[in-house]
Structure formats: C-alpha cells, structure tokens
C-alpha cells in the first residue's frame, strides 16, 4: 500500500493530465479549438461574416493536442425549446388506407370489371361490398392481394385481405404492418421537421426518435414554442386546383351546403370561400424547390418551381384554360387564386400574399419540406429563455465554489495536513470529472451541477473512512507508515461496497431518467468513479510522499 | 488541536436506544403516511401535467392583472404568484400555473393543452404590450412548459419504477455481499428514508417533481452507501469478537463509525446547504429533499438498518458447523 513504483505514479500522472486535457478545452472559444465554423448562409450578412473569418482566423491558430470536445450545456442552461411529439399509428394507417383507395379502383376497373359499392373506411379497416359476388370475389381478393404494397424498405405487406359474409371484402392493417408504418413515418417526420424547421442547415438544432412513435426536438437557443409549433402543426398538404370564384355559384353551395359532386368549398384567404376541384391537378410532389423571394411591388412572397414533368403538365393546363381560374390550396385553405391569363411555361409559380418575411420563409420551408405523413401532437413542451438559463449557470457555479470552499474548511479543521491533501484530491476530482463529462460529450444540466456539487460533499467520504482508520491505528500505536498501510487496505471493503451501491442508483437514475435529471445521473455516476480513484491514488500518492520525504514521528490528525 | 465532532474511543450504547428509535420512527412513519393520505403531495407539472410560465413582470402590471386576463380562457384556478427578480435592478417575476384542461369537442387532452396554452400567451402580450407597436415586447418569457395528461403518467410510473427497481438490485447486491438479514436491514432504512422525505414534502408543500425522484434516488444511495459502511463494520467486529453478544458488536461499530458518520454527513450536508441557499429556485425543492434524506438517512443507518439486523441475528460462522456436526453424527 505504501509502495509507490515509478510507473504507478506515471500512470496517475497520465491520467489526471487526461482529465485536464479533455477539461481544458472549455476554457477557450470554438475558433480556438479548431472547430470548423459553420459558414453563414447569408454571404451579404457582414457582422456574420467578419465573425466567420476571425473563427477561421482562430482554428488556424489553434493548438492541435487540445480535442475540441466541450461541455454541452443542457437546454435548462443555454436556454431554448423542447419539444416531445407523437405520431398516432392508428393515424398513420388510416391515411395510408386512404390512399390506397385510388389504386383499387384502378384494379377493380380493369377488364373485366369488378362491380361493388363505393368502399367504406372507418379508421383502418376498409369494407368492399361486391355485386356480383359469385363471379368476382376470388377474382377481386388476387386482384387486392397483387396490388398490397410493402412499407418502406420492410417486406411488410400494408394490409391483410379477409372476406367477410357472402359479398364483403374486409382489408385491416395488421400490428406487424403498424408498427412497420410508425417506424416508416418516425423517420420521414424527422427528415421533413428538420427541414421545416431548420431549412438551410445551420442551425443546432437536435431531433431524436424516441420509442416507435415520438420524436424528441430540441432547439437551443429559440426562444418561440409557438412559433415551431405553428411550422410543425400544418399538414403541409399542396394542392393546384382549378377553381371557380363565380360568386352566385358559390352563394348556391355555400346556402345548400351541398356544392356539385365534382366541386368543394374551401376557405380562401383572399375571397371569403371560393369552389375547388375535388381532384387536384398538381400536387406537393411535383415541387421541386420552394423560397422566399419578393412580388412585384416588393412584397414578400414564396415562390416555387414545379419539376420537369408537372411543369409540362402546368403548362398545358394553363394552355387549355386560359380565362379560367385556379387555387394553390394549403391545407384546405386557398391561399391564391389567379386567373390565367396567358400560358405559363417553365412551372415557376408565384403565391403572393400579405405574408411577413418570417411568414413567407415558413411557409416557402413547409412547402418544400412536404407533406407530414401524420398529425404531429405536442405532448410535453419546455421553453428556458435565455436569461433564466445564464442565472441558472451563475447560480450553479456559485454554489459550487461556495460549496467547494466549505467542504475545504471542513477537511482541513477536521484532518490538517492530510485533510489538506484530501482536499487536493478534491480538486483533481473536479478537473476529471469536467474532463469527462466534456470526453464523452454528456450533456452538463443544472440539476447535473447539483451533482457535482454533491460529489464534492460526498467525495471526501472515501478519504474520510480512510483518515478514521488511520487515525485509530495511530492510537492503537502504530507507526504513521503501519497506520497509513492497515488504515487503505482495511477500509477497501467498505468503500467498495458503499460505492458500488450508489452507483447502482445513479444508473437506474440514467436509464429511466429524462433530460435534466439524466443530467444529474450522468455527474453522480462520473463522480463517484473518479472519488474512488483520488481517493486511494492521489490522496495516498500525497500522503505516500509527505512520508517519505518528512519521515514524521506521527501524522497530526 | 484538530476538530473533532465525536470523541476517540467512545462506548455509546446505541443499541439500548433501539426501543425509543423504534417509537420515533414509526410515529414519524404514521404521521408520513397521514400526511401522504389527507394533504398528498404537491405534485408539479412533470406528473399532475398543466403548464408553468413564467415572465417578467413589468412595474405597472399586477399579479391580479394578470390573474384577471388569464381567469376567463381556462377552465379551473389560475395560480399567479409574483417574486422579486434575484440581482440588482432585475425585473419582478410572475408565475403562472394552471392545471391540464378539459377537450373541447373532438380535441384530445394534449391538444387542449396547447390550446389553452397558445391562448394565454396571446392574452398576456395583449395585457402587457397593448398600443406598443408590433414586434416590441416589455415582457420577457422566462421559461414555460406545458405536459399533456399522457406523459405527466408516463412519468410518474416511471420514477415509480426507477425507485422500486433501484431497491430491489441494491437488495441483491447486498444479500451477496454480505447476508440476507443485512439486505433487510438495509431495505427497512431505505424505505424509511423514502417514506418520511415523501411526507416532509407533503407537510411543507414543496413542488414533487421529477428532480424530486431524482433527489430520493440519491438519498437512497447515500443512505445505503451509510448503512454499508456501518454494516461493514459489523462484520468486522463480529468476525473478530466471535462470543460477544450481538447487540455490543453493533454497539462497537456503531461507535467505531460514528466520527466518520458525522464527518461525511456534515461536509455533504455543507455542500447541500450551499446549493439550497446560492444554487438558485429552481434547484431549492432537490435541495431540500436531499438535506432532509441526509439527516434520516444518517439516523436510519443507526437506528433502523442496524436495529433490524440485531432482530434477525446474524450468522456467525459457528452455528453452520455444529449442524454439519450433527449431520455427521446421525449418519
């Protein structure tokens, strides 16, 4: 126990300087540490370019040992918004459902034809009724069976086929199928959020699935649930309908209720309500790129420019109904409705409208990100702004010295010189415990301050038993290096045991914690390894030394 | 001349206390679960769901203000509560708080959250910011969060489960590294511990959220890292005096550890106490619950952990063998 070889103090050597190495770095700025600064997206923007070229500047400068990893600061600290939302299987299944629909009835039209009534859907179960159901039924069910996709890159066939009565066909999304759509759909959520929210690729912002059905946003540094809830909440579903604005017939519908079969009413931002086309000319898809850019009289408008094929199809529409109108529908909002006046070639549209330039790019983002595959709900929502969280870190790092200080007073009234040494040791344990919290990219929350804090009281702990073991095996006559020998080995059991038995805790802590209290698990859990590892190396290398070089009668303690 | 909180060499009969320690804690057990039973606890909106927002609260505008322009969009009470601003010259803070709230027609529950929600922020920018032109705010949102009635349960079974399984592992790590009567010992302490800081935060009112459970977690460790280190002891005088009666081998290591005890107790307790007094609101309700778990939890090692392994008895490494002796003999 008092045997110190070179190589042992080589190895505490190297892994304190470890620590402080991976420490170090959050002393100093990004630029400095050799991150590649993120180019701004606007070029015309000079205060943001002139900070760009000094950070470029700086990662030139920079010292190459130094990794760049640095303490992530949690949302609670840096300020922004979480954000937890769901997907509803169920959802997802039906309107997938839906669409399929339009491919039955292409199957059952083919020669020879498949006669039954329009099919029923209620939610995910759809119910064919067959007309002449001794001819057509197995005809029908191969027909439903060959025209079953699969979901996404699975081999999972969307619907299972089963005939119910004489006449009815009955298609349900079996569990295996829902699962598999949830998973399809988690993943282009995320895609299409990342792309609504954040469309030029700058900002930080972190999107994580969560379970089968929830994906987890995470925005430092915005300070506007509403604003992301709003991008987030619209379907996102485009459509380019001719319409018909003539007012006596929109009266007639709007009066009835009952607009002709081929005909619905919409909200139209610009005419009250206007009449649309049930079937959409154009759709979401057929967008190639959507922006915000400005109209005529410089208002900010969005403009977008249809692909190759949908802009031949626009412009042999427009070709044939020239004089007529058509609506560019949003969600079943009209959100413009022009008449054509002259063909238009080259599919570059325009919607002009009284937007914000906020509005308009959000909306130019929504369109080009496309359609969500479900409605997304808000489950559990979190804003910090960012002065709450700049107190919080001032709060949080003025316990910890204050608490620090105290604990130090504390050890060296209570032990002297080795209380001195214990308090060393205690230091060294801070400095790891940042160096590893930085390694491995953990996420420092307030709540993970208060487990540093923790730490720091409880750290002293192992160092404690020890010190009372010594201390008794000094007064039982023992010599200081006896004493400092039986003192480590007979407390090793008891450390380790009660060590083990916190670290279990801040585990389960970890697995089933969430955001700021995983936070302070993943503090808790570091701290008590490196309390453990200062404890019966550093303190005992201080202790070892003092020994040797001061051979004392007997430790005051 | 060192500090020294407990004296060298004591022989404190711990033990003899072990009947008026066992009145103390199940009164304080009872009175706990009374407290649980009628006040319940004050469950924050990690599990009862609702929302919290907090702003900056101009000199001109009241809680009442906003009390009177947040009351008539929401279907229960609305809590304001107003606080001087923390530093010099720092705005005054409002809170507000109101509970999850009903559908309306063919919303969901969460979705009425976000309602309710969207329509008191626009009602407090109207009540703030009227006549300032548009885009220009005297309000600054401090934080806000609002849980739907789904994840507040999710939650709350969670932190449930996170304790119970917590229990159960730190059980079976100590029934293997010590014996069966240790782990009961040890278990007893902690749901002690559990129990009375539960009932502490139902007497004082203090909010129960998830840094609460996080909070239990920790004094679940830290009392049982306390009761090993006195178990430990145990065993090691128990090994060493093999004819002396049970209840003096605890007494020993209880005095044997008790200058530890006190030692680690006070400087987590000094950290704690930093934390609970600088470490801002946001962090006073763990604070506290870990300040309180400390203390019970450093009495309980004591008096419950300890008390209850002196009930069952231990193996002392002679009974086993007369019995394979015995087993011998008939054969």
């Known amino acids: 126990m008092l045997n110190f070889p070179l190589w042992k103090v080589g190895l505490i050597v190297v892994i304190f300087l470890w620590g402080a190495i991976l420490a170090i770095p959050n002393m100093f700025s990004d630029g400095f540490l050799g991150i590649e600064p993120r180019e701004p997206s606007d070029p015309s923007n000079e205060v943001a370019m002139a900070a760009y070229q000094q950070q470029l500047q700086e990662a030139e400068d920079s010292w190459w040992f130094l990794p760049a990893g640095k303490l992530n600061l949690g949302l609670d600290l840096q300020g922004g918004v979480y954000l937890l939302m769901e997907i509803d299987p169920a959802e997802i299944a039906a309107n997938r459902l839906q669409t399929v629909q339009a491919d039955i009835r292409t199957a059952f039209n083919r020669n020879p034809l498949v006669e039954r009534n329009p099919p029923v859907q209620n939610e995910d179960r759809l119910t064919i009724e067959l007309l002449n159901p001794e001819e057509d039924m197995d005809e029908a069910v191969r027909r439903l069976n060959r025209l079953n996709p699969t979901i996404g890159t699975t081999q999972t066939k969307l619907f299972s086929v089963s005939q119910s009565g004489d006449q009815f066909i009955q298609l349900t999304v079996p569990g295996g199928a829902r699962t598999a759509l949830a998973a399809d759909a988690q993943a282009k959520m995320m895609e299409i959020i990342r792309r609504r929210i954040d469309p030029d690729g700058v900002a930080e912002i972190s999107i994580t699935p969560q379970g089968d059905n929830r994906i987890i946003l995470e925005a430092p540094g915005e300070a506007d649930p509403k604003r992301i809830k709003d991008i987030l909440g619209q379907a996102g579903r485009l459509t380019f309908n001719m319409a018909n604005l003539d007012p006596s017939a929109i009266r007639a519908a709007v009066t009835t209720g009952r607009p002709s079969p081929r005909e619905e009413l919409v909200d139209s931002i610009d005419y009250g309500q206007i009449l649309v086309n049930r079937i959409p000319e154009l759709t979401g898809a057929d967008i190639a790129t959507a922006n915000r850019c400005f109209d005529e009289a410089n208002f900010p408008a969005v403009c977008f420019r249809l692909n190759s094929s949908a802009a031949t199809k626009f412009y042999n529409l427009t070709r044939n109904n020239v004089g007529r109108n058509f609506a560019i529908v949003l969600d079943g909002t009209s959100m413009s409705s022009p008449s054509i006046r002259v063909p238009i070639p080259g599919g570059n549209v325009i919607i002009e409208g009284r937007f914000s330039i906020e509005e308009a790019e959000d909306l130019a983002a929504i369109i080009e990100a496309g359609e969500l595959p479900a409605k997304l709900n808000f489950l559990d929502e979190r804003t910090v702004g960012p002065t709450l969280g700049a107190e919080s870190i001032a709060a949080g790092s003025r316990a910890s010295m204050i608490g620090l200080a105290l604990v130090g007073v504390f050890m060296i009234l209570a032990y002297g010189l080795v209380g001195g040494f214990a308090v060393g040791s205690l230091m060294a344990n801070i400095v790891m415990i940042i160096g590893a919290l930085s390694g491995f990219g953990a996420t420092l929350t307030l709540p993970g301050i208060a487990g540093i804090i923790l730490t720091i009281g409880m750290a002293v702990d192992a160092n404690v038993i020890v010190f009372e073991r010594i201390r008794e095996e000094q007064s039982n006559g023992r010599s200081p290096a006896t004493a400092i020998q039986a003192g480590y080995e007979r407390a090793l059991s008891a450390i380790l045991d009660a060590n083990i038995t916190t670290f279990i805790a801040a585990s389960i802590l970890y697995m089933v914690g969430s955001g700021p209290v995983k936070g302070f698990a993943v503090t808790l859990a570091i701290g008590i390894l490196t309390s453990v590892f200062t404890a019966f190396v550093v303190t005992r290398w201080f202790t070892v030394m003092y020994l040797r070089t001061f051979r004392p009668k007997r430790l005051a303690m | ?331």
């Not at chain 2, 009635?149 to 029934?175: D, H, N, W």
């Not at chain 2, 559990?194 to 129960?208: H, N, P, R, S, W």
């Not at chain 2, 300890?306 to 009974?319: F, P, T, Y």
């Open chain 2, 1 to 331: 001349m060192l500090l020294r909180l407990w004296p060298e060499k004591t022989a404190v009969s711990f033990m003899s206390l072990r009947f008026i320690a066992l009145i103390i804690s199940v009164t304080a057990l009872l009175a706990s679960a009374a407290l649980l039973g009628t006040r319940g606890l004050n469950l924050g909106i990690d599990f009862a769901g609702g929302a919290v927002i907090e702003i900056t609260e101009p000199d001109d505008v009241s809680a009442d203000d906003i009390r009177n322009a947040v009351q008539p969009l929401i279907v229960g009470e609305v809590q304001v509560n107003s606080a001087r601003g923390t530093g010099p010259n720092a705005p005054d803070i409002a809170v507000i708080r109101f509970k999850p709230q009903p559908p309306v027609g063919d919303e969901t529950p969460d979705e009425a959250q976000n309602r309710a929600g969207d329509e008191v922020n626009a009602a407090l920018k109207a009540l703030v910011d009227e006549g300032l032109p548009e885009g220009e705010s005297r309000f600054e949102i401090r934080s806000e969060a609002s849980v739907g009635p789904k994840v507040s349960g999710e939650l709350f079974r969670s932190g449930i489960i996170a304790l119970t399984v917590a229990l159960a592992l730190m059980m079976v790590y100590i029934s293997f590294r010590f014996q069966w009567q240790y782990a009961l010992g040890a278990v007893a302490a902690l749901f002690h511990d559990v129990i009375l800081t539960m009932g502490m935060f139902a007497l004082t009112g203090f909010e129960f959220n998830l840094a609460t459970i996080a909070a239990l977690l920790t004094i679940v460790g830290y009392s049982m890292n306390d009761t090993v280190i006195v178990f430990d002891r145990v065993r090691e005088e128990a090994r060493k005096y093999k004819k002396l009666e049970l209840s003096k081998v605890v007494d020993l290591a209880i005095n044997a550890t008790m200058s530890r005890t006190l030692l680690t107790s006070g400087t987590t307790l000094l950290a704690l106490l930093s934390i609970f007094l600088f470490g801002g609101p946001v962090l006073r309700g763990m604070s506290f619950a870990l300040i309180f778990g400390v203390v019970v939890g450093t009495y309980s090692s004591i008096f419950v952990a300890s008390a209850v392994v002196l009930l069952l008895g231990i193996d002392r490494g002679d009974k086993p063998k007369r019995e394979v002796e015995g087993f011998q003999g008939v054969s």
